[in-house]
């Protein structure tokens, strides 16, 4: 994302959210226009395919337009609600496809089966993902819940301070220690794979 769009999403004021929600027309293509590059990039990146992505997109601005989802000024930045929003509707739509493939490839007769692959997923993504997922469950668990909050939430630290009822410094030191025990961890299995 180059600087320019990120200066335009980190600056989208929260009273243009709150507008658009009521059907301001000049407001919401105001935040459309703030938005909407940093939004399908997420979804592209999550989704993998640029259909997809801006079907999420139209999505999600389609219910802001009809008042469906609202911006609360209390919860967050307008840009973090947006990319939260995105983000889950990406992920929800990821695993409902992941959930249909498993459908069609299970086996009539009940017997167990071993379940496909993400779409997009190689072996080698699939390898890392496995590592990621064995070096998450090896934190601690209030790292664990912290990184975890953060990425597939998109919250804050203060947001997440809030979420579990710590203090600001005790989630900043878990999201530190639990980071680089995953920066460490990926650097060795990283090295490892390259010796092979």
Do not use: C
């Not at 190689?122 to 601690?140: C, G, H, M």
């Amino acid at each position: 994302m180059n600087t320019a769009t990120r200066y335009a999403a980190s600056t989208i004021d929260p009273k243009v959210a709150i507008q658009a929600g009521k059907g301001d027309n000049s407001s919401f293509i105001q935040l459309y226009d703030q938005s909407s590059t940093i939004l399908f990039s997420l979804a592209l990146r999550i989704l993998g395919n640029r259909e997809e992505a801006a079907d999420i997109l139209q999505e999600i601005y389609v219910d802001i337009w009809k008042r469906a989802v609202r911006y609360d000024i209390g919860r967050g930045t307008p840009i973090a609600w947006l990319i939260t929003l995105t983000r889950s509707r990406a992920i929800d739509r990821l695993q409902a496809s992941h959930h249909q493939l498993r459908r069609q490839a299970s086996p009539t007769d009940g017997t167990d089966h071993v379940a496909m692959p993400g779409r997009f997923e190689s072996p080698a993504d699939q390898a890392l993902r496995t590592v990621i997922s064995k070096i998450l469950e090896d934190l601690p668990k209030a790292s664990r819940q912290a990184i975890e909050l953060a990425y597939y939430e998109g919250l804050l630290p203060a947001e997440i301070a809030a979420r579990v009822d710590q203090p600001l410094d005790a989630v900043l030191a878990r999201l530190k220690l639990g980071l680089s025990k995953l920066h460490k961890s990926l650097e060795a299995y990283w090295e490892q794979d390259l010796s092979a």
